[in-house]
């Protein structure tokens, strides 16, 4: 493969020079001004370039700096004098320039000094190929985690709508939180999606208990979030999430089920579902259960925190302002827009 390598410099001779010394290696191209070269740049996909620092209305600092964005896996190479040394250094220190070379240069140094630039651009061409391909992937991954997702809130909606209306509020109320705990990312993402999916499987334990084949509130409770945990660990893509459904039952002073983590056993995501599942079934109850007030459930929150719930989490709950909690008679209202993209691209689907 033939690289492309442009030589900038206002004085004619040092142009051809340096054209005659790399023309049987690359296709040299040449410009004698900053201007000149920034018209080449927009045409051609150079490898190397090869600028003179002390030119008229654009020096070679200048003409770097404009085009770093333009070609940013270009070599940069900077001809200067030792007067500009201290220009020279804040060149390298940012970035700007690969490497420097004096005047007047040797030939033979200067080839070899080229042949390692172009090792170097070929390295930040597979580095980007790699890191392009790795962006693909992850959007590729993160796409067919949403589809996963709302396809499976689809399957909650259809079957018992009122597991739908909770998780919807579950999910606004869990996002507030970890929102004001600091949480961002993958985290806010995996969250959003136990919370539409912690309630999936609600059905099908209903279903074992009628059948005799759990007896008792612990053993519901451990074959719901079994049963939850198995189908979102046959989806890679949600293994994260399998693991915050799975825990949220666990209490924080280890009476939970269903293997009696405690404190920061617990992942963190995991309590907070746990504080916004409990104050939702509270304030939201499937009926014909009473509806408690706010107050009321912040104060049975309060009571059991440490044993029940995580404290921090209690406290971060009682902060919330009255927009950011769930309204039962507001089911389908979307979440802060604050949040990442990812989790507002769930609302058209899922609300």
């Known amino acids: 493969?033939?690289?492309?390598?442009?030589?900038?410099?206002?004085?004619?001779?040092?142009?051809?020079?340096?054209?005659?010394?790399?023309?049987?290696?690359?296709e040299c191209l040449t410009a004698s001004s900053g201007a000149e070269a920034i018209g080449i740049l927009e045409q051609h996909d150079i490898a190397i370039l090869i600028t003179d620092q002390r030119m008229p209305q654009m020096t070679g600092i200048d003409l770097l700096r404009h085009t770093a964005r333009l070609r940013p896996h270009m070599v940069r190479i900077l001809l200067t004098g030792y007067t500009d040394v201290e220009v020279?250094?804040?060149?390298?220190?940012?970035g700007l320039v690969y490497m420097y070379v004096t005047k007047p240069w040797n030939n033979e140094d200067l080839k070899l000094k080229i042949s390692r630039a172009c090792e170097h651009y070929e390295s930040n061409r597979k580095a980007s190929s790699l890191t392009l391909a790795n962006e693909r992937l992850v959007a590729r991954l993160q796409e067919n985690k949403l589809t996963v997702v709302k396809s499976l809130a689809e399957m909650v909606k259809t079957r018992d709508s009122f597991a739908n209306s909770h998780a919807l509020r579950v999910r606004q109320c869990a996002l507030s939180i970890a929102q004001k705990m600091g949480l961002t990312g993958v985290d806010m993402e995996d969250l959003a999606a136990a919370a539409m999916v912690h309630g999936l499987s609600e059905i099908d334990t209903f279903d074992l208990v009628r059948a005799g084949a759990v007896t008792t509130k612990k053993s519901f409770t451990e074959a719901q979030a079994e049963c939850e945990a198995k189908l979102m660990e046959a989806i890679p893509e949600l293994a994260n999430v399998a693991e915050v459904v799975r825990f949220h039952h666990e209490n924080f002073d280890g009476s939970?089920?269903?293997?009696?983590?405690?404190?920061?056993?617990i992942p963190v995501l995991c309590r907070i579902l746990r504080v916004a599942d409990e104050y939702d079934l509270m304030i939201a109850p499937k009926p014909p259960a009473a509806a408690l007030k706010h107050d009321e459930a912040m104060r049975f929150l309060s009571q059991r925190s440490g044993k029940q719930f995580d404290p921090s989490v209690v406290e971060i709950m009682s902060l919330l302002s009255e927009p950011e909690l769930p309204q039962s008679a507001a089911v389908d209202q979307p979440h802060s827009q604050t949040h990442e993209r990812d989790l507002v691209l769930l609302d058209p689907v899922l609300a």
């Open 88 to 94: 020279l250094v804040d060149a390298i220190n940012s």
């Open 256 to 265: 939970g089920s269903p293997t009696g983590l405690r404190d920061d056993q």
């Open 1 to 26: 493969m033939t690289y492309k390598l442009l030589v900038v410099d206002d004085e004619l001779a040092n142009l051809r020079l340096l054209a005659r010394l790399f023309s049987r290696d690359f």
